[in-house]
């Protein structure tokens, strides 16, 4: 079993930067893929970003490239996610994920169900 709890979101300026945290329980979190995903209100939980259990690979939805960065700190069993040059679209409940089965296989970080523990989301307000 595997426990997520975000933090970190908040109420910021467009323009402006915020970090979200995951703290994740486990002993094996080192090996496993982490993701952030978005949920506007109203809309379908969607992709932003993924890092792999190394920290080597990331990936990111073409709407946050170049403005938001995942990194992961395996001594700390925790997950970042740096969001800089905030917009309003940007307003949505975070959640990180973690990708549990098939450890070190390729997999598609975009797809929900890649994912097997999810943390309860933190919420982020961009205002204009």
């Known amino acids: 079993q595997v426990q997520l709890v975000e933090s970190g979101g908040g109420l910021v300026q467009a323009g402006g930067s915020l970090r979200l945290s995951c703290a994740a329980s486990?002993?094996?979190?080192?090996?496993?893929?982490m993701g952030w995903f978005r949920q506007p209100p109203g809309k379908e939980r969607r992709f932003v970003a993924a890092?792999?259990?190394?920290?080597?690979?990331?990936a990111y939805a073409d709407s946050v490239k170049g403005r938001f960065t995942i990194s992961r700190d395996n001594a700390k069993n925790t997950v970042y996610l740096q969001m800089n040059s905030l917009k309003p679209e940007d307003t949505a409940v975070y959640y990180c994920?973690?990708?549990?089965?098939?450890?070190?296989?390729?997999?598609?970080?975009?797809?929900?169900?890649?994912?097997?523990?999810w943390g309860q989301g933190t919420q982020v307000a961009v205002s204009s």
């Open positions: 994920a973690a990708r549990t089965r098939d450890l070190y296989s390729d997999y598609e970080p975009w797809n929900l169900g890649a994912y097997d523990y």
């Open positions: 890092v792999s259990w190394s920290g080597g690979n990331t």
């Open positions: 486990g002993r094996t979190f080192s090996s496993y893929a």
